[in-house]
């Protein structure tokens, strides 16, 4: 625990419970508007045993707040942890998984003690911390109190925050994985949307234009709101029919479909038309077979019903189309330059200068990008993987922010007690790639690496984010058998995980410790491992 000023008599108050989420946000906030300071929470464990202070100070040249979280014991002060993150629900997580059941109890059940909640009540409205120049006097930091909020903080919440802050597919699965009961609302701009989760698994879901499934994915595209968790509050409706895990998966994948062609000047009031009246049937036919085959009759509906003249939205209503299926074919449809937005075809008038929009040659742009593929896999090259890790380095030391590169092992078991790893048999490598690529984001980059091995590098990631990734996709990879001859028991996955900037600075050692990882995966028989575990 950071020390107490020299000079200074008044002690630290002490908390009851370990911090609620509103607090995190708080001193997140604080942090990020007091460069300078370091903001720091004390409080007690169940059995007052232990004595945790959960610290956390913003990076001066833009780089994400470190946490860090000591526990003091018999006098005897250690560092448990720490953690550079924006994201308030993963430092929530990690708290409390390090404080105990006892803490994590107390946080995930409907009420406190009622000594905790008397004791709570009385330091709702403030916390404290240290500076860290000793030369500051301590300050008291004003915590809003949750009735000034709105009706529905007025009950006992869980979590409750900023979208600004998180991802709700972040928040989703952090339910999941917590396994907690109770109703999720957010409230943004496109409206009011609910979730009711039952020991983790989402079981109904609401928002403005939808309900079930398709609520989940249309809530994974907001990206601004506030939201709040209620324990214990259920319902008897049913209407989510798949695992909150697929949802997110497909959710994210939607997600990403939607951002290319909102960049392609897309939007739900845009007016579309044909991009080129004279398409005959046959060709479009072919050009539409290429897309996802259950949604051909869907495609064709709606390229038919563009006349140029009706909004988008209206045109969605009128036949019908949920949102998962119309973004995958809008999606396809501006792929295969089927479509054109209201404004593709117009003059852009800037001052005394007419511009026409710039033709781009997508057959060059794919010709290039084949031409650093495998033919027989689908999947970059290793030189080809080397560049983009390097490009995605520099952007990434420019930006200030963590680039992920995950090498990994897939290998089938044979011999006597399964000591043979073979190379994957082409048919379940390929049914691999595909399982694979539907689960990562659309700039996560799947390579070859050196040999016999796999690489995927994920921008803008840090070793939480690939480790949930991986762990998605160890999932996806043994759920079903990837062909007749390779079961999910005889299925050997070893996943090595490296980051820049929390392992290494240097591109090359970040390679040298994925390695690492990969292949102490291997020995120990788990399926995935971070190189910062291991240290």
């Known amino acids: 625990m950071i020390q107490e000023p020299q000079g200074e008599k008044e002690a630290t108050r002490v908390l009851p419970a370990s911090p609620t989420m509103q ?4 001193m997140l906030a604080q942090a990020l508007e007091e460069v300078s300071d370091r903001i720091e929470v004390t409080w007690k ?51 409390i998984a390090s404080c105990g059941e006892a803490i994590a109890t107390a ?60 991802q709700i597919s972040a928040l989703l699965q952090s339910i999941l994985l917590a396994k907690m009961t109770g ?3 957010v409230d943004s701009k496109e409206g009011a949307a609910e979730v009711f989760f039952l020991d983790g698994k989402a079981v109904h879901a609401s928002t403005p234009d939808a309900s079930g499934n398709e609520s989940i994915y249309e809530l994974i595209t907001w990206q601004e709101g506030k939201f709040f968790f209620q324990p214990q509050v259920i319902t008897q409706k049913r209407t989510v029919s798949d695992s909150l895990d697929s949802l997110v998966i497909q959710g994210v994948q939607l997600l990403d479909k939607l951002n290319l062609i909102r960049n392609m000047g897309f939007r739900e009031d845009s007016v579309l038309a044909k991009a080129n009246e004279d398409v005959s049937d046959v060709d479009l036919n072919t050009m539409l077979s290429v897309g996802e085959p259950h949604l051909l009759a869907a495609q064709r509906q709606l390229y038919l019903a563009l006349d140029g003249k009706t909004k988008f939205k209206e045109l969605a209503a009128n036949l019908k189309m949920p949102r998962s299926s119309w973004i995958e074919i809008l999606s396809h449809l501006f792929k295969c330059k089927l479509v054109t937005t209201d404004s593709s075809n117009k003059t852009l008038i800037s001052g005394k200068h007419s511009l026409v929009p710039k033709a781009i040659d997508s057959a060059a742009i794919q010709s290039v990008m084949m031409s650093l593929r495998r033919p027989d896999t689908g999947m970059f090259n290793y030189p080809a993987f080397l560049y983009f890790l390097e490009q995605e380095y520099f952007r990434g030391h420019r930006a200030g922010t963590p680039v992920s590169v995950i090498i990994f092992e897939m290998r089938v078991k044979t011999g006597i007690k399964d000591i043979i790893r073979e190379p994957l048999p082409t048919s379940a490598l390929n049914q691999a790639v595909v399982r694979i690529t539907s689960a990562k984001r659309h700039n996560d980059l799947l390579a070859h690496y050196e040999g016999f091995d796999y690489a995927l590098l994920c921008p803008d990631t840090d070793t939480e984010g690939a480790l949930i990734f991986c762990e998605r996709l160890v999932k996806s990879l043994s759920k079903d058998p990837l062909s007749p001859t390779v079961k999910p028991e005889s299925l050997s ?28 995966s291997v020995d120990s028989n788990k399926p995935v491992v971070a190189f910062r575990d291991m240290i």
């Open 183 to 185: 109703r999720l609302q």
């Open 107 to 166: 946080h995930l059940t409907a009420g406190s003690p009622p000594s905790i909640r008397d004791a709570e009540s009385e330091l709702e409205s403030e916390f404290f911390y240290n500076p860290q120049e000793k030369t500051k006097q301590r300050r008291t930091v004003p915590l809003p109190a949750l009735a000034n909020r709105t009706d529905l903080s007025k009950r006992d919440t869980v979590l409750n925050g900023e979208l600004a802050f998180i």
């Open 23 to 26: 607090v995190i946000h708080h």
């Open 45 to 95: 464990s169940s059995d007052n045993s232990n004595i945790f202070t959960l610290t956390v100070k913003s990076s001066p040249v833009g780089r994400e707040p470190s946490w860090q979280l000591f526990q003091t014991s018999k006098g005897a002060s250690r560092s448990l942890w720490t953690y550079q993150s924006c994201d308030t629900l993963l430092v929530f997580n990690r708290m």
């Open 493 to 520: 996955l070893s996943f090595g995980i490296a980051c820049v900037p929390e392992d290494f600075m240097e591109l090359g050692l970040m390679l040298s410790a994925a390695e690492c990882a990969r292949t102490y």
